[in-house]
């Protein structure tokens, strides 16, 4: 062949070995051609999640009604789907004091129990839960003693994936785990709240999730997930642990 056959056989070659390593990035684990920000979050919406395990770190304000003033607080929770269930335990550090607060949301009842040395001192109990209902529509649910069930209502870490324009911040690294940085908003609890969640690339599980609340500790949480589908279960508190019968 002369030489000016070689330019179109190099370029017929270079289209070709193009042509197969897009074939080998496509089936590569964690490739994806279509890595834009809905894409990924269908994907990580489509996993059958049943339960995930957490540690949890926050950094803000409590609310008036638990002492008040700014701190940060470390602990961790876990959600299921079957029963839809929330449980999230933190060790608040305000003014160099320590407040223990747990919240459990039972999604399917409707219901929110809150356990702290502060609830029950208030209420008159030793290491009991108060039980509050989220009623239904705008109404905030019940209150007592002046704790009010909204102020409570963690639905918006059990419906952390759920998310509203959502857009791709970015692939990144999380303790050696390539991820995906995904931005979104989110209006579970009734009130829009920022998220950035990050999934892993090779199989859409989460890996962290950043949330602005404002419920009874404003300002932001973090969930680092340890665990997914490991079997976890969460059990709502007997009758004779329920301080407002």
Known sequence: MGSRGRPHTLAGFALVLCSVLSLVACSLPGVN???DAATILGQVQKIQLKDASFNASFTGTLSKDLGGGSGTASGGGKITTSPKRA???LNVDVNSLQVP???LLDADASDIYVTSPVVSVALGGNGMWLKLS????NSGGSSTGGFSAGDFDITQILDFTQLVNVSLAGSESLDGIPVYHLKGADASSGQAATVDLYVRQDNYNPVR???HINLFITGNLTLDFTAINSGASIAVPSADQILNK
């Not at 989220?134 to 529509?137: F, K, N, T």
């Open 134 to 137: 989220l009623g239904g529509g």
């Open 209 to 211: 999730a950043n949330l």
């Open 87 to 89: 449980d999230i335990a």
């Open 33 to 35: 051609a279509t890595s």
């Open 101 to 103: 607060v747990e919240v």
